[in-house]
């Protein structure tokens, strides 16, 4: 029986910690009380791996395949179509493995709780889907009627994915060497040629082990009957178990007694053939003191909050590398904390220079002190940080996930929720006298556990990892036995049986269209005029955080304008302003901002074809601080300099580092992207601005010496500035206190108008794009219509119902492929299907076109609802106040409004089986276009599908 162990009210969180602990189990609930309508639950399990096999990523997979009370294939996906569920997932730490999901519905929440509870205690683990998301062999017939091994299973290639990240690799690397024969230095998602050493009885016991209520803790938020989750859990999982006498804990890294050097090879990218990533990490404390956690952040704001920062310039601008490894960074969710600071693009044998730039730093911070205004502005973040209520995430997952470490690891419950009495300790400590710089000599300076680790680049590395892997399943293939392959025979029929098999849904709870609520509500605003701009005001619960934006024009926008827009817009926040210096203007922004941006934005006229640019300023402050932020934009789109050579230069070799690491991880994107070029005029203008047209561009920018041709980017940003009108046509302010009045609100005459982009034109070919990755991202894209279109919700639901229906056993189950899906896009008039981290490129494209046969044929009114519900869900999916605000302003800057958004909502729930078929017909049997990103390996079967080759 769970009993109430300890609360406490939270004021800046607005809910009270309840902790309960079962008396037989000593199994803690967390539960945070509030007034919140979303509901969450979380289970999570310490899961502590002993080896880089991945085994709990596995586990966490196949958990999810079926379970004793609900023996169907596939619960997990499925409760996702029958489910009003504004999240649903899976993850898998370095020391544990979570279960989350939320939902605003009460009987949605009773089914969801019911299914995880089953899927995670008491799941089936069998062997056929432990082969599908692991690994397995198959073995395939070749045209001389011979056989090949081949190695198969979705995590696998998930893995080869993730892994073909040089920052992970690097990542990897630092935890393997900081934490030598610790469970944080291996890889708990699982190394590729080591996922090929787990066992079906490894993952068995490991779930034996990990997954058991002594070695659980329950979290749930909201306003949920308490008395009835804990009956729920008593009932379902508590009674059919007996403590454990197991004790699964983290044990601290040993520290060293001298610091450490380490390295590991890597295949960099085409054209950086040198860059060595250099990593200097110090090993640390514990994490479970709240305090001690916020004061490394302290430390961290301090070092690196901005450009200024004495860490953060020192990398910047250093000649050793080219740009700062966006490792750089405190890590404080693992039990025991460590710091990394390093570059990219340092020559070989420049390691040593490395550590040297990155020591000297806190040696001169030691002896000649820190700034009183430095610690004062990153204080200010601190605080900003604890106020603001972020979006996208639900915000009672956000709460639950953040006190993870915290509660597993056995710390102070209540004390990791206090933030604010946490922030009071910090000051405290802070009046004593030197105590940060004692704290920086502490920590970096005599802390002898550091290490000093490198990624060295090899261009045969992936050859060599791919040989070793190609040899493994060689030498597999020449001991099989006939019985060993009448075995791999039976088990892929086997396999391909329980894939195609259908399970009766029915034995799933589920809700259903008739739950759903007939309408939704959107924030209200109030608009007036003032010196000719539009101006849009929301009153939300913005915890004292105050949000503003404001859209200005741009002057006969062209086509070409567009190149180099992005980097533009991300130049102009992060150079000086009149006479003042960048690193006045980064001091500046945070001592009154959390956040300074600026973007290109692009409207679309929903009555015609064309589009307009506009440049999108904002920011967020304290309400404090609300005057003195909206007169820093006004300031920097007014006066933001273009002549700090150096800075220009520093920062596009780090805004081109970053878009090529999102390659592998967001590849699905790109080739999407790039698909769209070819049907849309939205879409050629999103692949020359963030696609990876703009990236080439970008690179051609290039010197040989590594820097950039700051002289031409000047001239054409210097073009690009004189076409922004500084008057904003309209601004939008997300505050809690109510609108002050301004005398000028009587001038009704509208500032100049955004103007309509020339010259765009689409592009011609499909397109593969090669890069350094193990897997593929497969994209086709149709040509559909625009939000306003009767068939625009339809097309919608169909996405929706391609996914779930087809695409998801087809592309992830039987293909291996991580993820796939289909979807209806508004803004570039496209329907577009996708593949993310496929082993595939040839089979991926049948399959969509597999897909569409099946839709002409075989949608039943079960599938139908199931897309339905999906599409609604992610409709009416909360976010933070301000971000339903700004995001409500900016369906209405797109001429999306309340109303047009209601009834595409209303048309989504009154979508026929008859309209999904139809609109099939009219929109998927028509000419397509394809793009992948992919590599090296797969060109010749690139070439056989009429894709044009090209060098990312």
Same mark, same amino acid.
């Given at each position: ?18 902790? #309960? ?14 007034? $919140? ?47 009003? @569920? ?11 493995? %979570?279960?989350? #999901? ?36 198959? *073995? ?23 892994? $073909?990240?040089? @920052? ?8 393997? #060497? ?44 909201? /306003? ?13 999982? *508590? ?127 030691? !002896? ?30 956000? *709460? ?9 690891? /056995?710390?102070?419950?209540?004390? @990791? ?66 019985? /060993? ?35 939704? $509500? ?46 533009? %817009? ?45 440049? !999108? ?9 609300? /005057? ?57 203008? @999103?692949? =020359? ?20 041709? =700051? ?22 302010? =997300? ?97 577009? #299907? ?22 002409? !044929? ?49 048309? =989504? ?6 309209? *999904? ?36």
């Amino acid at each position: 029986m769970f009993k109430l162990s300890e609360k406490k009210y939270i004021p800046l969180s607005d809910v009270e910690i309840q902790c #309960f602990e079962d008396d037989k189990f000593s199994t803690k609930h967390i539960h945070l009380a509030c007034d $919140s309508n979303e509901k969450c639950f979380v289970v999570a399990f310490k899961t502590l791996p002993s080896d880089s096999t991945g085994v709990a990523h596995i586990l966490e997979h196949t958990v999810l395949c079926g379970s004793k009370k609900y023996p169907v294939r596939d619960p997990f996906f499925m409760m996702t179509r029958r489910s009003l @569920s504004t999240f649903m997932n899976a993850f898998t730490a370095s020391d544990f493995t %979570a279960y989350p #999901f939320s939902t605003l519905n009460d009987k949605d929440f009773k089914n969801l709780l019911s299914v995880y509870l089953d899927a995670t205690f008491f799941p089936n683990l069998n062997q056929l889907d432990f082969m599908q998301e692991g690994h397995r062999f198959e *073995l395939s017939k070749l045209k001389d009627g011979s056989e090949k091994l081949e190695l198969k299973g979705i995590v696998y290639n998930e893995m080869k994915g993730a892994m $073909s990240s040089i @920052s992970s690799q690097a990542d990897q690397g630092v935890n393997e #060497f900081l934490f030598p024969n610790h469970t944080y230095g291996f890889n708990s998602g699982g190394e590729p040629e080591d996922i090929l050493n787990l066992t079906y009885d490894n993952l068995v016991e490991f779930h034996r082990k990990h997954y058991h209520p002594s070695n659980a803790v329950f979290f749930t938020y909201g /306003d949920i009957d308490i008395n009835s989750i804990q009956d729920e859990i008593q009932s379902s999982v *508590l009674s059919s178990f007996n403590p454990s006498l197991e004790k699964i804990e983290v044990k601290e890294s040993e520290y060293f007694k001298t610091p450490r050097y380490g390295s590991k090879s890597y295949k960099p990218l085409s054209g950086d053939e040198n860059n060595h990533h250099v990593l200097i990490s110090w090993l640390l404390g514990s994490s479970l003191d709240p305090v001690d956690k916020m004061e490394a952040k302290l430390i961290e704001s301090i070092l690196l909050e901005n450009s200024a920062s004495p860490l953060a310039k020192a990398l910047e601008v250093s000649k050793i590398g080219r740009v700062p490894s966006d490792l750089t960074s405190f890590d404080t969710y693992k039990k025991q904390m460590f710091f990394v600071a390093g570059l990219e693009g340092v020559a070989k044998n420049k390691e040593k220079e490395v550590e040297d730039l990155v020591i000297n730093v806190f040696k001169t911070l030691v !002896k000649e002190g820190i700034p009183k205004s430095i610690v004062d502005a990153s204080l200010h973040q601190i605080e900003i940080k604890l106020k603001k209520i972020s979006g996208g995430f639900p915000y009672g997952l956000q *709460l639950l996930m953040g006190s993870m470490p915290y509660i597993l690891h /056995d710390a102070d419950i209540i004390k @990791s929720y206090d933030l604010e009495k946490s922030l009071n300790e910090l000051k405290k400590r802070l009046t004593k006298k030197n105590y940060l710089e004692n704290k920086l000599d502490e920590m970096f300076i005599k802390n002898s556990s550091r290490l000093t680790f490198q990624l060295i680049p090899d261009d045969q590395h992936d050859k060599k990892k791919l040989s070793k892997i190609n040899d493994y399943i060689s030498n597999k293939q020449e001991l099989l036995s006939k019985v /060993d392959r009448e075995n791999i025979r039976k088990n892929s029929e086997l396999l391909e049986v329980r894939q195609s098999k259908k399970d009766d849904p029915n034995i799933l709870p589920k809700v259903t269209v008739n739950d759903v609520g007939k309408s939704k $509500s959107y924030p209200k605003s109030k608009i007036y005029i003032s010196n000719g701009t539009k101006k849009n005001y929301y009153k939300a619960g913005t915890n004292g955080i105050d949000y503003y934006q404001a859209i200005h024009p741009i002057i006969k926008p062209t086509f070409d304008d567009l190149k180099y827009a992005t980097l533009f %817009a991300d130049i102009m926040c992060e150079v000086g302003i009149k006479d003042k210096n960048y690193e006045d203007i980064q001091k500046l922004q945070s001592e009154i901002l959390g956040q300074i941006s600026s973007n290109f934005t692009i409207l679309r006229d929903v009555n015609n074809n064309s589009f307009k640019l506009g440049i !999108k300023m904002g920011g967020y402050s304290l309400q404090s601080k609300t /005057d003195e932020m909206k007169e820093l934009i006004n300031e920097t789109i007014q006066n933001f300099r273009l002549d700090e050579k150096d800075r220009i230069n520093e920062i596009t070799k780090m805004h081109i580092s970053g878009l090529e690491k999102s390659l592998t991880n967001a590849g699905h994107y790109f080739a999407m992207t790039s698909a769209d070029a070819q049907m849309s005029s939205l879409g050629v203008i @999103s692949e =020359v601005s963030g696609g990876i047209s703009y990236l080439k561009n970008l690179k051609s920018l290039r010197l040989p010496d590594g820097n950039t041709d =700051v002289k031409k980017l000047i001239s054409i940003f210097q073009n690009l500035k004189n076409k922004i009108v500084i008057k904003p046509t309209s601004d939008v302010t =997300v505050s809690s206190n109510d609108r002050k009045k301004v005398s000028s609100e009587s001038d009704k005459i509208l500032n100049q108008k955004l103007e309509d982009i020339t010259g765009i034109s689409l592009y011609k070919n499909d397109t593969a794009w090669l890069t350094e990755t193990d897997v593929n991202f497969c994209a086709q894209s149709f040509k559909s219509v625009g939000y306003k279109h009767p068939d625009a919700p339809v097309l919608t639901v169909l996405g929706a119902v391609l996914r779930n229906g087809f695409l998801h056993t087809a592309i992830r189950e039987k293909g291996g492929a991580y993820g796939s899906g289909a979807m209806q896009d508004m803004s570039t008039k496209t329907f577009k #299907f996708f593949s993310y981290r496929d082993p595939n490129v040839a089979l991926t494209f049948e399959a969509f076109n597999e897909s569409i046969n099946w839709a002409l !044929k075989s949608i039943t009114k079960d599938k139908l609802e199931e897309g339905i519900l999906n599409i609604i869900s992610s409709i009416d999916k909360p976010s933070s106040p301000a971000s339903e605000a700004l995001a409500d302003n900016n369906s209405n800057n797109n001429g999306y409004t309340q109303q047009m958004r209601k009834e595409f909502r209303r048309k =989504v729930i009154e979508t026929t089986v008859e309209r *999904l078929i139809e609109v099939a017909e009219t929109y998927l049997t028509i000419e397509s276009k394809k793009s992948v990103l992919s590599n090296k390996k797969f060109e010749n079967e690139l070439k056989s599908l009429n894709l044009e080759i090209k060098q990312v």
